[in-house]
């Protein structure tokens, strides 16, 4: 079949669907989609909320507890450890499937029925204002990750001990402000960089020790902004710039972030890869169309994916030994076969339309069930009952398909619409990936909730606090802090005090979530791509040598990139960026 371009019900662009996706759906048994990549992706992601944390009562001991769900959604939450008991069962809320009705109707009354659970954890120690994580020891505010201990305000990392305001990282110690990074100790506002120690505001860098602000380099040691200096002479330097004082570190890092805009950087950044294009795509194999993708095959238009995940299209966050998996959304741990579901974990297999299930197989339209097979909308089918109604239902969602409330049809092949997302759209991770703010929200068919902040009494201004980490004790851990950004109030809990004092670091004056916006925009590009020429021509930067796929001229390697055109950077095709990293 050849590519056929499609107008998005949604948004009402073009789309192409490409040969190789009609035979990925035919494979998966599923129409072709009727919404662009975009739109798709950001109904997904309108599902997933990452980091926000709500005070709820616990529908069965009616005590106040910690839910990824704001009491405004209305649902009935239970406590994690109960909510996985055998203490209740969601078999009990199962019904007949109704003709006469939509499918996706009945399917909203079903999962407002059932319980839900407040946070989605495993094997948590002295870890609970977390969530979407497992594995964690004395870790506070740390959300989708995995086996970290004593660490804080981190994001997407996994295998770390006493970090903090990390995101997309792993195997870090002792390291602050890192992204998109791996393997490093006392590391400290720097991204992109791997197997390194002792550096500060160091990008695009592999195995330095004792560095600052370099940028493109390898196996190196005591560089300062890429200029070699003796041991001595490096040490000198770093005094120099007071890091433990706030007035030094602020000059530090503007000196940095000009001295970083000066190079060229990749179209995308990627590593060990075959046959890819995306965004932060690492050791994987035909990847098209994805971003944060690792260690995976087979995969287009998906977000946040790793460990062995194969043969998946319009998939996010998650994986592990996955395969075959088509508009889903949080499911992994040796998932296979699954079409439209969302929380469905561990090994769940032929399941369609499910959500919050566990270790179930061969069940469709079900919610909040645990180890069950042949089920619709959580009630007990034979072998071949089960079989003969999913047929007649699917084909009743095409004879009386369902209408969000923007006028989109929904028949059997979309994921489940954004109306029935138990958040608001700002309390999702897909504003930060698309630009929707809160004028946008509502036109584009979502909720925007404006948060319910707490009060407190500041007492200190950010301001006042000590230009030195020195001239810093413990009693600031009694301190409420007015953020100089938002004015919002925020501590410095004791663990983060005693790393500040342990690496020399002085206190920060935005409060976490500041801090993380900073963080979003300075490095995570939104997921767009647009088509752009490799920037390098001999002028623009000068070459430390002469490249071989162009020896003079502008290179004539065309790409599609995150960077924006005409944002300032200098973007280079790969065989150009490695003719130029050291």
Not at 120 to 134: K, P, W
Request: with cysteine; glycine share 4%; hydrophobic share 30%.
């Amino acid at each position: 079949m050849n590519p056929e371009t499609k107008i998005c019900q949604n948004c009402k662009q073009n789309f192409v669907i490409e040969q190789e996706d009609f035979d990925f759906y035919k494979k998966m048994s599923v129409p072709p989609p009727t919404f662009c990549p975009e739109c798709r992706m950001i109904r997904r992601l309108s599902f997933r909320n990452q980091q926000k944390l709500f005070r709820a009562k616990e529908a069965v001991s009616g005590k106040e507890i910690f839910s990824m769900y704001s009491p405004e959604a209305g649902l009935k939450i239970y406590e994690d450890r109960y909510w996985l008991s055998d203490n209740w069962d969601a078999m009990e809320y199962g019904r007949d499937y109704d003709f006469s009705r939509p499918f996706f109707e009945q399917f909203r009354e079903l999962m407002l029925d059932v319980p839900w659970d407040a946070v989605s954890v495993l094997r948590m120690v002295n870890s609970d204002y977390s969530n979407n994580a497992s594995d964690f020891k004395n870790c506070y505010l740390c959300f989708n990750g995995s086996r970290n201990e004593d660490s804080a305000y981190c994001i997407g990392f996994s295998d770390s001990k006493n970090s903090f305001e990390c995101k997309q990282a792993d195997h870090l110690e002792l390291c602050y402000e890192l992204f998109s990074s791996s393997s490093c100790y006392k590391t400290f506002w720097s991204a992109e960089t791997d197997d390194s120690q002792n550096v500060w505001f160091c990008k695009s860098c592999n195995n330095l020790s004792d560095c600052f602000g370099c940028v493109n380099l390898k196996s190196k040691q005591y560089h300062i902004f890429n200029k070699p200096y003796s041991k001595e002479d490096y040490k000198e330097k770093i005094e120099e710039m007071r890091l433990n004082t706030y007035s030094g570190l602020m000059k530090a890092r503007d000196d940095a972030y000009k001295f970083w805009k000066q190079f060229p950087v990749k179209y995308m950044r990627s590593i060990m890869n075959v046959n890819v294009d995306g965004e932060f795509i690492f050791d994987s194999k035909n990847v098209h169309r994805s971003y944060h993708i690792g260690n995976v095959e087979n995969v287009k238009y998906s977000f946040n994916v790793f460990d062995r995940a194969a043969d998946c299209y319009d998939y996010c966050s998650w994986g592990e030994g996955v395969q075959m998996i088509y508009e889903c959304l949080i499911v992994g741990e040796g998932a296979k076969n699954l079409k439209f579901c969302y929380e469905c974990w561990p090994s769940s297999q032929n399941m369609e339309y499910c959500a919050h299930c566990r270790a179930s197989s061969d069940c469709f339209g079900c919610f909040g069930i645990k180890k069950k097979q042949y089920c619709i909308f959580n009630k007990q089918y034979s072998k071949e009952e089960y079989f003969s109604l999913k047929d007649k239902i699917i084909k009743h969602m095409n004879e009386m398909p369902y209408t969000d409330k923007k006028g989109n049809i929904y028949r059997y092949g979309e994921f489940f619409p954004s109306d029935f997302s138990p958040f608001a759209i700002n309390e999702t991770i897909a504003g930060d990936y698309f630009p929707i703010g809160k004028e946008n929200a509502n036109s584009m068919g979502f909720i925007w909730r404006e948060p319910n902040l707490r009060e407190f009494q500041i007492t200190m201004k950010a301001g006042d606090l000590p230009d030195s980490i020195a001239d810093t004790n413990e009693a600031i851990c009694k301190e409420t802090i007015g953020c100089v950004k938002c004015g919002r109030a925020y501590r410095i809990i004791p663990m983060e005090f005693q790393f500040y004092k342990l690496v020399g670091m002085p206190l920060p004056r935005k409060c976490h979530e500041c801090r993380l916006r900073e963080r979003i925009e300075k490095f995570m590009p939104p997921m767009k791509w647009y088509p752009m020429q490799c920037m390098c021509d001999y002028a623009i930067y000068k070459n430390f040598s002469q490249h071989n796929n162009h020896p003079s001229g502008q290179c004539s390697n065309k790409f599609l990139t995150t960077h924006v055109p005409g944002n300032g950077e200098i973007v280079y095709c790969e065989q150009c960026y490695n003719s130029e990293v050291a």
